[in-house]
Nanobody
Framework: QVQLVESGGGLVQPGGSLRLSCAAS????????IDWYRQAPGKQRELVAS???????NYAGSLEGRFTISRDNAKNTVYLQMNSLKPEDTAVYYC?????????WGQGTQVTVSS
């Protein structure tokens, strides 16, 4: 019903920036809320940011100000702009949405922040 594919991860130095993309298939995309999660090695998966169908955004913890979530419904794509990256941001980042009967997850994209 819904397929999510993340891209844009990679290796970046502390203080650098990346923009992650979540490309979605399915005709229902425009009415879905979309989330970004991340999971660092040995740690629980955590919610990073969410965006509703109307464009309202929410951020976890103190991430607002460094991370910005946005969407382009015409392109069926959600973005996560990540600035001032820190080593503790290193994780696999996942796109997520909840459908009628199940959760949908992308395959994840690795973000590594290291000197």
């Amino acid at each position: 019903q819904v397929q999510l594919v993340e891209s844009g991860g990679g290796l970046v130095q502390p203080g650098g920036s990346l923009r992650l993309s979540c490309a979605a298939s399915g005709s229902i995309f425009s009415i879905l809320s979309i989330d970004w999660y991340r999971q660092a090695p040995g740690k629980q998966r955590e919610l990073v940011a969410s965006i509703t169908s109307g464009g309202s955004t929410n951020y976890a913890g103190s991430l607002e100000g460094r991370f910005t979530i946005s969407r382009d419904n015409a392109k069926n794509t959600v973005y996560l702009q990540m600035n001032s990256l820190k080593p503790e941001d290193t994780a696999v980042y996942y796109c997520h949405t909840q459908g009628v009967v199940r959760h949908y997850w992308g395959q994840g994209t690795q973000v590594t922040v290291s000197s």
